[in-house]
């Protein structure tokens, strides 16, 4: 089964604003595996950049090898072993603390649904930067048994989640907080098989 982590590449405020940022997976060999990849990958602010990369699978070993794809690049390199995968997002990049995307086989993201259907939006329609939404078992969230350590992600500036969830086929009670106005909402969302 494959395995989405999120990845994250710092090429400073000089890069900032780049369309052309990409990424090439190599074997542990340093081969590379398939073709380099910008679809996406996100302009997350100050010349950082971010994706959901799809690994081959949870044990996966090899390289990930970042480049502006533009005049004089920058490169960034970094490996990837199954002991150095992360169990939670990188900080600032699809969710913090000890809980991860999940671990389920359907990828849910701001496209789940419909194109942006659960891009995060405040009553004016104003994208809402750095919301964290968190995905509850329904059954469980209705009778208080909360997780307290659910699947999340987080939100860009425009409202579009930095990293998947990967939820099994369930009924879930998402919870979105919007940090600017320390306020959060509550809905329903129901995953279906694939």
Not at 6 to 31: E, I, M
Not at 110 to 132: F, I
Request: net charge negative; proline share 7%; charged share 20%.
């Amino acid at each position: 089964m494959s395995y989405t982590v999120p990845k994250l590449a710092k090429f400073g405020s000089s890069k900032a604003g780049l369309s052309t940022v990409g990424y090439q997976l190599l074997d542990a060999d340093r081969d590379p595996i398939g073709s380099r990849i910008t679809a996406g990958v996100e302009a997350l602010g100050q010349g950082d950049y971010g994706a959901s990369v799809v690994l081959s699978s949870r044990s996966f070993a090899g390289y990930i090898v970042w480049d502006t794809g533009g005049g004089s690049p920058t490169y960034a390199r970094e490996e990837i072993a199954p002991a150095t995968l992360p169990d939670s997002p990188p900080e600032g990049y699809g969710g913090s603390g000890s809980s991860t995307g999940g671990d389920g086989d359907i990828t849910v993201n701001h496209n789940y649904g419909g194109t942006d259907a659960l891009r995060v939006v405040d009553t004016q329609g104003v994208p809402v930067d750095n919301a964290v939404i968190r995905a509850f078992v329904a059954a469980d969230y209705a009778a208080g048994l909360i997780d307290p350590n659910p699947p999340k992600a987080k939100t860009s500036s425009d409202g579009r989640w930095l990293a998947p969830l990967q939820l099994d086929a369930a009924a879930y009670t998402l919870t979105v907080f919007n940090p600017a106005t320390k306020t959060a909402i509550e809905f329903p969302l129901t995953v279906e098989a694939e």
